[in-house]
């Protein structure tokens, strides 16, 4: 699991500019499994990412495909750690879905 710190640069009309594809490339990794939750920073300059990724390599690869950080207006910090602890709460309302366990809460457990 990896924690993704997103930081942006400058705020800038450009930066408006190419947030819906930024946004888009955020819902595909959601879509995929790859990013699991994120929100904006409290400071808004960024958000935090919760991600899973085989390796932080491959992590890399698809954070260096995000449109803002192709043209250079954000950057990110990634720090790996180990789940050991979760609210069950958690599980139960974010990854049971109609009764069915998903192959993520399945990881979890």
């Excluded at 990013?35 to 300059?45: I, R």
Aim: charged letters at 20%.
């Amino acid at each position: 699991m990896f924690y993704i710190v997103i930081s942006c640069y400058v705020k800038s009309p450009e930066l408006d500019v190419y947030m819906a594809e930024h946004m888009n490339f955020l819902e595909k990794h959601h879509r995929d499994g790859i990013f699991l939750l994120s929100g904006y920073k409290s400071t808004c300059d960024g958000n935090v990412t919760i991600a899973r990724s085989a390796t932080r390599a491959d992590l890399i690869e698809i954070l260096e495909l995000d449109p803002l950080r192709k043209l250079g207006l954000i950057d990110y910090q990634i720090i790996g750690f180990a789940l050991n602890m979760r609210a069950l709460m958690l599980t139960e309302e974010l990854f049971l879905c109609k009764g069915a366990v998903s192959h993520l809460a399945m990881d979890l457990m």
